[in-house]
């Protein structure tokens, strides 16, 4: 069997006269492990396959092979056994976007310990949070920068079996790094179930504390769509997601559907955002396929991609937060290349997409994805008519859902509300047309009420984007004693305008949303400030925005 041909046993797939992937599921075996049957395979089949390219700020590479990847998690996962980890146990991981990420991800599956990937940016009450609700039994951290200080402050309130530390040295710690060459690179397959818990997820709390998103060995290959028929991959190809491993994207760009192709990742390790740095890697290593969110290709774009060759790109997307219109056009200006735009959450893989092949609509999320059935629906569960909002849902079947997740950890308040009426409720709204194609329109709690009008702040957001002037947009609802709510923007300043939020800015940029847009929903209320509330993740916290405005009241 050749490499690229390893996955297909797995999947049953269907195209459309014009080559479009028009039906698509799952057939697994009750008992698959990504770990064993991906990567070991691919090790069997081609060892010397480039699997991943691994690069950081301060001039390291090292590139790994298929072959590396399955000897190393074989180590790791002869050291965790060792050392007491076990089948069940919960393991946390705070590892940046270090190389040890994929060798743990691949030792705990074979082990049949569930990984649980947080981010770096934490502090003590988040990590304290997290322990307990988790029930967390293990921690592996990179010893870079605060993070095992902040762990250990944690630990003050909180009992941890087995702490390992990676890219450093602390008292009472195991280092990772020393100990992994120790154990030998074979492991005798341990059995498990394709339903078995294997990944859970915090999910990044917009509008309250995060919950734990629970996957099973299924979601591994669940996204074999997001790589094949939206990032456009195929063995040949050099993919490149920028992610951290502390959140989902990281699994949906840089280790499950890239690497069951027998694809390469890309992965840039650095300590800060710098737009030119990671231009810099496109040109360097001759990328073919980017995935990031729009506010990293806002940064592209408003500090100048000019000075960079990235004629190796073949092919862009984004998800994470709705793509305007001014990023999309510019991109597509100086590249000549599409932002194929796609729609999923930590619960899920990729629901709405672009897929390769389909005619996309700039600014739209593009059509259900064939795994899944979507419709928008009504607070009481009934599909609203072509051109209406509605929250977007999936139709659930009966039996298996492949890629859904399995529920909420310990909550059962929030698995009744995700899981009513037959359907999974995402609680992000948009409107469908005629075609079938998605258009965004915000979060439930988002959608403004003025005067008898719904308003989606993503519309307005779009527009402003267009202006020379707004680097960053939110907008919200704000309180108003006649219309109820009224259209508020929060707006970031770009460099050149810094100096120039006065009023006869804010009116400009009235006028411009009236001219630009249906005048009723231009913001009768524009705010400029330094920064935006954001999550974690980076994500606008649009609800820390409306409850300052109503304070005010």
Known sequence: MQVQDIHMQYIKEEFDENGVISAFDLDLPDNFNYAYDIIDK?????????????????????????????????????????????????????????????????????????????????????????????????????????????????????????KFIVKGKNDGWIDFDSELMKYPACLERIPNRTDDDALMFFSSGTTGYPKMVMHSHRYSMAHIPTAKY?????????????????????????????MALAATVMVYDFTRFVPSDVLGIIEKYKVTSLCCPPTMYRFFI???????????????????????????????????????????????????????????????????MPMFDIILADPDGNEVPVGETGEICVRLKEGINNGIFKGYYNNPEANEAAFRYGLYHTCDTAYKDEDGYFWYVGRIDDVIKSSGYRIGPFEIESTLMEHPAVREVAVTAAPDPIRGQVVKATIVLTGAYKDKGDAALVKELQDYVKENTAPYKYPRIIEFTEELPKTISGKIRRVEIRERDKNKV
């Not at 007491?84 to 270090?98: E, F, N, P, S």
């Not at 998800?319 to 056009?329: C, I, M, S």
């Not at 729609?343 to 005619?359: D, H, K, M, Y």
């Open 42 to 162: 691919l090790a069997e089949t081609e060892p010397e396959r480039r699997a991943m390219i691994w690069c950081d700020d301060c001039g390291n590479e090292r590139v790994f092979t298929y072959g590396e990847l399955s000897e190393l998690s074989d180590r790791a996962a002869n050291m965790f056994l060792d050392k007491g980890v076990k089948r069940g146990d919960k393991v946390m991981t705070v590892l940046k976007r270090h190389w040890q990420m994929w060798v743990v991800t691949f030792a705990l599956e074979k082990i049949g310990a569930i990984l649980i990937p947080a981010t770096n940016q934490l502090k003590k009450k988040d990590y304290v949070y997290r322990f307990k609700q988790g029930g967390i039994d293990h921690i592996i951290a990179t010893g870079d920068g605060d993070v095992v200080n902040c762990i250990t402050e944690a630990l003050t309130e909180y009992d941890m079996k087995l």
């Open 230 to 258: 939206w990032h456009n991959l195929n063995k040949d190809s050099l993919h490149f997601t920028i992610s951290e491993s502390g959140w989902g994207k990281f699994f949906w760009g840089k280790i499950y559907g890239q």
């Open 302 to 368: 408003k500090e100048g991609m000019e000075g960079h060759d990235i004629s190796s790109l073949q092919y862009a997307t984004t998800a994470g937060e709705a793509l305007n219109a001014e990023v999309y056009d510019r991109f597509l200006e100086y590249t000549g290349h599409k932002i194929m735009e796609g729609f999923g959450q930590t619960e899920t893989v990729l629901l709405i997409g672009n897929p390769v092949g389909s005619a996309n609509r700039s600014g739209s999320m593009g059509k259900a």
